[in-house]
């Protein structure tokens, strides 16, 4: 979004029983620069291949302008991302 050039960022709708963090099969999310590092994730629940789904939603405080980015990581047989 235009504007001040300062963004908020918000992680949408994390997965259930995944937890925030920087371990292991964690999300690690910046809500500063809204960036997102995810090691070692696990297989989705529900029949392979799975898909986990959430988003990040940017904002400008200055203006209200926003944007949504929704994320379906897809996970493969074998812990295989795609």
Known sequence: PAGSGTLAFELVDPPAGVT?????GEINFN?????????AVPAPPGPAPGYWRFGILATDPATGSATFLPIMLRVGSGGTNG
């Open 31 to 39: 809500p500063a620069s809204g960036a997102i590092s995810w090691p």
């Open 20 to 24: 925030l963090g920087s371990g292991s």
